[in-house]
């Protein structure tokens, strides 16, 4: 099993018991013994394998004796006897938007309800209304959501399909016979939600490679099985389609099946121009009075032959790309490597995982140099959030650490509740004493979009509102965004010198990345913050850095990968003057 495995493996061990109503203290050492697997820097796996866990904080005597078991063979008798005592079907509620496991096992154990098949039917009767702890308004959220989940029914979290992609390719790369590997569809080009999964590989012996990648562990059936082609269904629930082509074909195969079908469409009108039809296979020339067809050995070299910069895979969506290729207008796109610090960072204080000298140290360990602390103020209460004396201890705690670093600080700051009103959750005396604050709506979510957007630009206006943070609240694949006028917020945005927060949570990825082209060429910083409640979260930067590539973003446009001197600077300075 991998660590990802283990690690999913112990927080669905940590759901199972509190679904049973255990101890919190026992559910809470398998949510902590699932982080430390996930974020342990050493290879933890050996280290179970050999019997040498002792010591390691999160990990006590029981975990260490069940890590030992799944490291040597993989699985575990004690969770396999614990998810016996539940129908399978009960776990997919908790895809349900609004359910947690004892409202669960409250449906499950009043009502009989094993499925969303039997909770929407219940909803429908009207009987989860009666219930302790619902209602009206309850029940018609709950069906509310269930309609959206069959909606998006086949799609998957970008983060979800990065992990499973990865692993795929590193197998593709270990047979003999593969000479190139690549992921291709809208997992190149970076989309929020994948519906399944598309890899290439360059070979001189297809058949060899198609024959291998049915064998592959997690492939759960073969549906379609060719020389050039093979669809499987892995376990986690996608379809993965791999596709075997010559070197030669590789760079063409590698263009027509990462998309987008518009921005192919373009190349292809491009390509008639010269008298060649383009192809997953190939230029071939058309006409009698063709340009002669050059050589191409890279994906570069068919954009070159058509007159056109290369085009990055994330911009490959036919929304203006091919236009500015064209006239060497693209622009230079931000990397990873460009970040220099990050903010909206949780810790234990508020909902996060992990404590704030942890989250330093991970932050510290990825050669950030700064790092931004915001737990949530008090109206958070689901989440633990700050009020102002504890939020003002940890302020001094911030300052106190910053004494003891070289090269490295840690910005105070506050995921500040937006009000109902507009209004802000602390004051501007507190508010004052911190580096910076993001603002953010984290309730009453369903009021109407002109209402929606005033609340939010009044929390714009307030001098102390550094960024805004995920603008829209939606919940990928759960819950739709809230109706908010992009426009007129990005326009606010640029008036009051507000950054826009994009949230690379996987499950987040707010503001959309169609919005951050207006919002550039509007003058708008944004800020790539991973929102993270644990250290292996921080790796979310990652992918807010492909949202920031698909919104045409490039380094000058994100105020995170300024220095820490001149990040200290600009924060140090009035809203108005930034």
Same mark, same amino acid.
């Given at each position: ?104 096992? @409250?449906? *499950?154990? $009043?009502?009989? &309800? !094993?499925?969303?098949? +039997?909770?929407?039917?219940? #909803?429908?009767?009207?009987?989860? /209304? ?92 073969? @549906?379609? *099985?060719? $020389?050039?082609? &093979? !669809?499987?269904?892995? +376990?986690?629930?996608?379809? #993965?389609?791999?596709?075997?082509? /010559? ?115 991970? /932050? ?215």
């Amino acid at each position: 099993m991998t660590r990802e495995e283990i690690s999913s493996l112990f927080e669905e061990i940590a759901l199972l018991l509190e679904m049973k109503g255990e101890n919190p203290f026992k559910v809470r050492a398998y949510r902590s013994g699932a982080e430390t697997v996930r974020s342990y820097p050493d290879d933890i796996l050996q280290m179970a394998r050999d019997n040498q866990l002792s010591g390691i904080k999160g990990l006590g005597e029981a975990l260490r004796d069940k890590l030992h078991e799944l490291a040597t063979t993989g699985r575990l008798e004690y969770y396999e006897k614990l998810r016996a005592e539940f129908p399978a079907t009960l776990f997919e509620m908790f895809e349900v938007q609004g359910l947690g496991a004892k409202k669960i096992m @409250l449906l *499950h154990r $009043e009502l009989g &309800i !094993s499925s969303v098949a +039997d909770l929407k039917q219940a #909803c429908l009767d009207g009987r989860i /209304a009666g219930q302790t702890g619902f209602g009206e308004k309850s029940q018609h959220n709950i069906l509310e959501s269930i309609e959206h989940r069959e909606k998006n029914a086949g799609r998957f979290l970008l983060g979800t399909v990065a992990m499973v992609v990865d692993r795929l390719l590193d197998l593709l790369r270990d047979h003999p016979e593969s000479l190139r590997v690549a992921a291709c569809g809208s997992y190149r080009r970076g989309r929020e939600t994948i519906g399944d999964i598309d890899l290439l590989v360059a070979t001189p012996h297809s058949a060899s490679l198609t024959e291998y990648f049915s064998t592959l562990p997690g492939v759960n059936k073969i @549906l379609v *099985h060719g $020389e050039t082609k &093979i !669809s499987v269904l892995l +376990d986690e629930g996608m379809q #993965c389609d791999l596709r075997a082509v /010559a070197n030669a074909q590789f760079p063409f195969a590698l263009l027509y099946f990462t998309g987008s079908k518009e921005h192919n469409v373009a190349l292809r009108q491009l390509a008639n121009d010269k008298g060649w039809s383009l192809n997953e296979y190939a230029f071939t020339a058309i006409r009698d009075d063709a340009e002669a067809i050059p050589a191409i050995n890279e994906e570069a070299d068919i954009y070159q032959a058509l007159g056109l910069q290369c085009i990055p895979p994330e911009m490959r969506e036919n929304l203006g790309e091919i236009e500015a290729a064209r006239d060497n207008k693209l622009p230079r796109l931000i990397q990873i490597g460009n970040l220099r610090g990050t903010f909206h960072n949780h810790t234990t204080e508020s909902d996060g995982r992990n404590t704030l000298e942890e989250m330093v140290e991970a /932050a510290q360990d990825l050669g950030l140099q700064y790092f931004g602390i915001a737990d949530h103020s008090k109206s958070s209460f689901q989440a633990n959030g700050l009020d102002e004396e504890r939020l003002l201890r940890q302020v001094e705690k911030i300052r106190a650490m910053n004494g003891k670093l070289e090269g490295f600080r840690i910005f105070a700051g506050s995921e500040v509740d937006i009000l109902k009103d507009g209004a802000l959750d602390f004051s501007d005396d507190v508010l004052s004493q911190l580096d910076y604050c993001v603002a953010s709506v984290h309730n009453v979510m369903n009021l109407d979009e002109e209402t929606m957007t005033r609340r939010i630009i009044r929390a714009m206006e307030n001098p102390h509102v550094t960024m805004l943070g995920h603008m829209t609240g939606r919940l990928l694949l759960k819950r739709d965004a809230c109706a908010v006028n992009h426009a007129k917020i990005i326009d606010a945005a640029a008036e009051t010198r507000t950054i826009i927060e994009l949230n690379c949570s996987p499950k987040r990825l707010d503001m959309d990345w169609r919005w951050w082209h207006r919002a550039r060429d509007k003058g708008v910083l944004c800020s790539i913050n991973p929102d993270a409640h644990s250290t292996a979260q921080l790796q979310y930067l990652h992918y807010g850095i492909l949202q920031a590539r698909k919104g045409w973003l490039r380094k000058e446009d994100v105020a995170n990968t300024l220095s820490l001197e001149k990040i200290t600077d600009f924060l140090a300075k009035p809203k108005a003057q930034r």
